[in-house]
Nanobody, 127 residues
Framework: QVQVVESGGGLVQAGGSLRLSCAAS????????MGWFRQAPGKEREFVSA????????ASADSVKGRFTISRDNAKNTVYLQMNSLKPEDTGKYYC????????????????????WGQGTQVTVSS
């Protein structure tokens, strides 16, 4: 049973930066695809970014490309989401997710494919 715990959320002004961290335990971390999803009040949950176990392949939503960067440190069992040039529309609760395996051909963007979820960390971007 994999457990993931997010940290690093907070309140930031538009144009600012935050780095989210997600610490995982309970499995062989390098064998898991790790993802970030977010959900704003009144909106559906949406895919943000994901990274394969090796760290060599990533995918991101069009809305965050060029601003957010996902990375991982397999020695520390941790995945990161560096968020730059934040916008008010980036406000929401950010969830870290994990799924065993994965393919460089198609990184999973469907939240239903990730069985392990954290409790989330709130990100609020003020205008």
């Amino acid at each position: 049973q994999v457990q993931v715990v997010e940290s690093g959320g907070g309140l930031v002004q538009a144009g600012g930066s935050l780095r989210l961290s997600c610490a995982a335990s309970g499995g062989t971390f390098s064998r898991y695809t790790m993802g970030w999803f977010r959900q704003a009040p009144g909106k559906e949950r949406e895919f943000v970014s994901a990274i394969l176990g090796s760290g060599e392949t990533t995918a991101s939503a069009d809305s965050v490309k060029g601003r957010f960067t996902i990375s991982r440190d397999n020695a520390k069992n941790t995945v990161y989401l560096q968020m730059n040039s934040l916008k008010p529309e980036d406000t929401g609760k950010y969830y870290c997710t994990a799924a065993y395996g994965g393919s460089s051909q198609t990184i999973w963007r469907n939240g239903g494919l990730y069985p392990y979820w954290g409790q989330g960390t709130q990100v609020t971007v003020s205008s």
